[in-house]
């Protein structure tokens, strides 16, 4: 199961950095995706990065500001965030996802507040 790492409280125009680890020996065979789901509302998509890592995709609401990437000797994926605002506020997922199978992380929280 993945984990995820990085969250927590942070001013609007700052930056945070979430990891997703994946165990060991694993990680090369999925693509990776972050969720977020924001208070109320449905888990939406905000970028995903294929196994390789040649391949990145983003959510209209954060390109310019997030960045996806991996590091396979480490097996972590990472989400750089920057210029956040109080809308990227929730929790954010990480899915490890290998054809239709998917594995989901328990989430770690971010609140963008002044």
């Known amino acids: 199961q993945p984990v995820e790492s990085g969250g927590g409280l942070v001013q609007p125009g700052g930056s945070l950095r979430l990891s997703c680890a994946v165990p060991e020996g694993t990680f090369t065979k999925y693509d990776m995706e972050w969720w977020h789901q924001a208070p109320g509302k449905q888990r939406e998509m905000v970028a995903s990065?294929?196994?390789?890592?040649?391949?990145?995709e983003y959510a209209d609401p954060v390109k310019g500001r997030f960045t996806i990437s991996r590091d396979l000797a480490m097996s972590i994926a990472y989400l750089q965030m920057d210029l956040l605002q109080p809308d990227d506020s929730g929790f954010y997922y990480c899915?490890?996802?290998?054809?239709?199978?998917?594995?989901w992380g328990r989430g770690t929280q971010v609140y963008v507040t002044s």
């Open positions: 990065i294929t196994r390789t890592g040649r391949t990145t």
């Open positions: 899915n490890a996802r290998y054809g239709q199978n998917n594995c």
